[in-house]
């Protein structure tokens, strides 16, 4: 299984996530949402690539200070290859109110303060890209909306995608999951996958979608 | 690393070619076993499920208010639940990250793990590059579905590591079988 041969390998798979489990506050998700497959990553965006553009996002996100004047990742293709590169845009006034309130509550609640809107921007292709990407294209990291109860989310601006966490921790099981129905784990919970936050433990069962 | 949910029985990863120079010392030729891969005794799930969090963290990522700054994060199947502490230590002003069982909820089928067991890891000396095994799982793990389903062709998978303009690309040998 080759790169974008794994892409294109899952690209029909009849699969639906839907959130049953929601502990802690997250503005991405709400018990009952549902996902249909592939609307699990930025609208164009080539999955593989996703997973390899996630590996950095998060630490940009979470304000880590890379030595590289540039962040440049490229997809995993060989002979054909995406090149992308991190950049911000300003932010929406929403965020903008959003970070100085951050900010006041800062000693009593530690929150990501956006210093703009990510997104990875492609610099250049090599080859053809079966995704039919094109240089200049941007895609945004979604950073969720602003949850006000478990169920109510107050809008700043995000898609309702997807959260990025959740899709790097399920994209590597997919192929899996078209293979042998199941995420390879070898007890009763092969059709669960949960986010890597302990505390908002958001929990999606995947289910075939019936012809 | 012989239980079911990743089977890699017989399968090595070599160095197919290195554009330009590789940060991770890595040069054409070199070949490794899964087991290398991964810090011993971690699952390969949950270690995939850290990475960006490790990478997060040794970039100076701002997680708590904590003064170890420390992230908890858990592994994606929802019936196990091990969750790990990754924080940075102050020793010799290494940057290092410890990895620590944090809580579990029921016992983990593959990994006997216990509380308080950790992983030192030395800031940038992983023994197998974090972003290149990072850009691999998802084709790894394709490769055990296809060899416990029996349905491994014998075409191998090559795949590159996320950096550039220097990358290198990786490729997978799969040795005879034992009898």
Same mark, same amino acid.
């Given at each position: 299984m080759n790169p974008c041969e794994y892409t294109s390998s899952i690209k029909s798979l009849p699969i639906v996530l839907s959130c049953i489990k929601k502990d802690a506050r997250c503005g991405y998700h709400k018990i009952g949402q549902i996902y249909k497959f592939p609307d699990i990553c930025p609208e164009g965006l080539c999955p593989e690539a996703y997973h390899n553009l996630y590996y950095i996002t998060l630490g940009i996100l979470f304000n880590a200070k890379y030595k590289e004047e540039k962040l440049i990742?490229? =997809?995993? +293709?060989?002979?054909?290859?995406?090149?992308?590169?991190? +950049?911000?845009?300003?932010?929406?006034?929403?965020?903008?109110?959003?970070?100085i309130v951050k900010k006041m509550l800062r000693r009593f609640y530690p929150g990501q303060i956006y210093q703009g809107r990510l997104f990875w921007e492609i610099t250049s292709i090599k080859g053809e890209c079966p995704q039919i990407h094109s240089i200049g294209s941007r895609f945004y990291i979604n950073r969720g909306n602003f949850q006000i109860t478990p169920n109510l989310l107050f809008p700043l601006g995000e898609l309702h995608e997807?959260?990025?966490?959740?899709f790097d921790n399920l994209f590597p099981y997919l192929y899996s999951w078209k293979l042998e129905k199941?995420?390879?784990?070898?007890?009763?919970?092969?059709?669960?996958? !949960?986010c890597p936050d302990h505390k908002a433990n958001i929990t999606f069962k995947i289910a075939e979608i019936s012809k | 690393m012989t239980v079911e949910c990743f089977r890699f029985e017989n399968i090595?990863?070599?160095?197919?070619?290195?554009? %330009?120079? =590789?940060?991770? +010392?890595?040069?054409? %030729?070199?070949v490794f076993t899964l087991e290398a891969m991964v810090p011993k005794g971690l699952c390969p799930f949950l270690y995939h499920s850290i990475l960006p969090y490790l990478e997060a963290i040794e970039n100076g990522a701002f997680f708590n208010l904590s003064e170890k700054n420390f992230i908890l994060v858990q592994c994606p199947n929802p019936k196990v639940g091990v969750t790990v502490k990754i924080h940075q230590t102050k020793e010799k002003e290494t940057q290092i990250s410890v990895m620590a069982i944090h809580a579990k909820k029921v016992n983990c089928p593959y990994h006997h793990?216990?509380? +308080?067991?950790?992983?030192?890891?030395?800031?940038? !000396?992983?023994?197998? =590059?974090?972003?290149?095994?990072?850009?691999?799982?998802?084709?790894?793990?394709?490769?055990?579905? !296809?060899?416990?389903? %029996?349905?491994?062709g014998r075409n191998?998978?090559?795949?590159?590591?996320?950096?550039y303009p220097n990358f290198v690309t990786f490729k997978e040998i799969r040795l005879k079988p034992q009898r």
């Open positions: 990742v490229k =997809c995993p +293709g060989i002979k054909n290859y995406v090149v992308f590169e991190a +950049g911000f845009e300003k932010l929406n006034l929403r965020f903008k109110l959003l970070n997807l959260c990025p966490a959740v199941g995420i390879p784990y070898t007890n009763d919970s092969n059709n669960l996958i !949960q | 090595l990863i070599e160095v197919k070619s290195v554009e %330009g120079t =590789c940060k991770a +010392g890595f040069h054409v %030729g070199k793990f216990e509380m +308080g067991k950790n992983w030192l890891m030395p800031f940038n !000396q992983a023994t197998f =590059c974090r972003r290149a095994y990072d850009s691999m799982f998802p084709y790894l793990n394709a490769l055990s579905s !296809q060899i416990r389903n %029996g349905s491994a191998v998978f090559s795949v590159t590591c996320p950096s």
